[in-house]
């Protein structure tokens, strides 16, 4: 009996520890006079518009595009910052946010995506939005901790990329060794 007892709760502890999660942690870079204030973007993995992946355009210039579950750490110089959302193929209306970035500040901006359907007697579409929001640094670091850094990705990318495209090349050349008529016998 005592025997039983101790393999069963061996074997109830490696069950445990075996289905216990990763648990992913999100620490902030520090602000500092050198670097000057950070700006975290992020988009936090959601069913809703995870096909479009809107433009982040920052004064003007397009800066990068977030997919839902992704985030990306930016040094802006004090002062105001306008940042948009730009529309994806005319889906999605404009979002515009005003950023007041503090000196050695931390900031969070969240983009959140929703879909609404519309029910009548004709056919509407699905009504797309994206949103800006200012998150604070408690709701903001445990949003992120789910979310892929996109500089990470990027880089764990490229090499993936340059194989696949390789193999691309070498499958998409026309062979004629490769067709055969059905017909023929």
Do not use: W
């Amino acid at each position: 009996m005592r025997h039983q007892l101790s393999q069963f709760i061996f074997f109830a502890s490696l069950f445990l520890v075996g289905c216990a999660g990763h648990q992913s942690v999100f620490v902030p870079v520090a602000a500092s006079a050198e670097s000057g204030s950070v700006v975290y973007i992020y988009r936090p993995a959601k069913t809703a518009n995870v096909m479009l992946t809107p433009d982040v355009i920052i004064e003007g210039v397009k800066s990068f595009g977030i997919s839902s579950g992704d985030y990306k750490q930016l040094y802006l110089t004090p002062g105001k910052h306008v940042i948009r959302l730009a529309a994806t193929d005319g889906n999605t209306p404009v979002v515009e946010h005003d950023l007041e970035v503090a000196r050695e500040q931390v900031h969070y901006l969240r983009v959140d995506a929703s879909m609404k359907l519309e029910f009548g007697q004709t056919y509407q579409p699905y009504q797309r939005k994206f949103a800006l929001i200012e998150v604070s640094a408690e709701k903001a670091v445990t949003e992120i901790a789910s979310c892929v850094d996109m500089d990470d990705h990027v880089r764990k990318k490229k090499p993936a990329d340059a194989a696949a495209s390789q193999t691309e090349e070498n499958e998409a050349t026309f062979s004629v060794d490769k067709t055969a008529n059905p017909f023929s016998r």
